[in-house]
């Protein structure tokens, strides 16, 4: 039978709507701004972590929201696998403390020495919150009561004595029918600090590559548990895609493009997010999946298998 994203609006809808609350991304009341450092989070190898929080909500014509919660490496920690870590959560949070599209950085300039960490958060994330009241006040005078929500937290998912995988999500309501949502992951080999993702792969091999990624999107858009994947030709008629002209290669060489988004590591496998309209409709939700390592095998780079000791 063929399938359709329409199947999958209210679940994913619902399921965004669970993912929110657990995280207190939309948690309405109190009364000022929440920022707190929470010691020794993880401990697992050798690098340990703190967690970074700020929330806050008040009302201005319509209510308001900000939550930032950022794994950083402890004060304590050195080198360069924990420079590299900073840098990259910064620069994430100099990013997504105000809800809007594109490079927030030049907004505001804000610095930090190691162990500053919270400062760093909350004055972005108060920041994010002044742009907002203005927003809501702006867009009140012209008639529309529209709220802001703005969610952004990284958390350490995976350490091994290799590397240091991150979960990342952020998430957005600026009025309209629904939000936005973002997800992905970051993975840092230990040895020297550098990001590793597509880096994983020997992209001479792109061909086999988009042809690991295809096989588990035609799961993915099996839609319902227990069902078997989807065709080829069933997964091509639910994709939305066009040629990137601003690359200088076809994007769609092979069928389907890469994801815009780094793959990374994961317990079971490397895995890959296409973001929300990046290949299909916004009720198909994150297009995604996890090729295991024994998938993965024959298109690794030698970075790669020497990451995972393949």
């Known amino acids: 039978m063929k399938k359709n994203c329409s199947y999958l609006a209210v679940a994913a809808l619902a399921a965004a709507a669970l993912s929110f609350q657990s995280c207190d991304f939309f948690k309405k009341g109190g009364a ?14 050798e690098l340990k972590f703190c967690t970074v929080m700020y929330e806050d909500t008040l009302t201005v014509e319509a209510t308001i929201s900000q939550k930032m919660q950022v794994d950083f490496p402890v004060p304590a920690a050195q080198g360069v696998l924990a420079d590299s870590i900073r840098a990259y959560l910064s620069e994430l949070v100099a990013v997504h403390y105000f809800p809007a599209w594109g490079d927030n950085t030049a907004d505001v300039h804000f610095d930090y020495t190691v162990g500053g960490e919270q400062e760093y958060v909350s004055a972005y994330a108060a920041a994010g919150m002044e742009q907002m009241v203005k927003e ?8 529309f009561a529209s709220g802001y929500e703005n969610g952004f937290t990284v958390s350490v998912a995976l350490q ?8 990342e999500s952020y998430s957005v309501y600026t009025g309209g029918a629904h939000g936005s949502f973002f997800a992905s992951g970051v993975t840092f080999r ?6 590793m993702g597509w880096n994983l792969f020997d992209m001479s091999k792109k ?3 988009v042809a690991l990624i295809k096989d588990e999107l035609r799961k993915y858009f099996a839609f319902e548990e227990g069902q078997p994947p989807v065709s080829e030709e069933e997964l091509m008629d639910q994709l939305q895609l066009w040629d990137n002209p601003d690359t200088p290669e076809n994007e769609l060489e092979f069928g389907i493009p890469l994801p815009g988004t780094e793959p990374y590591v994961t317990r079971d496998g490397i895995a890959f997010v296409y973001q929300q309209y990046e290949i299909a409709a916004y009720a198909c939700g994150l297009p995604s999946g996890t090729l295991s390592f024994e998938q993965v095998r024959e298109v690794l780079s030698d970075e790669g298998r020497a990451l995972l000791g393949l």
């Open 32 to 45: 000022g701004a929440d920022s707190t450092f929470v010691d020794s989070l993880q401990t697992a190898g």
């Open 160 to 167: 091994t004595d290799r590397y240091v995988t991150f979960d």
């Open 190 to 195: 230990k040895s020297d600090g550098r990001q």
């Open 207 to 209: 061909a086999q590559i």
């Open 136 to 143: 809501v006040k702006s867009m009140a005078e012209e008639g």
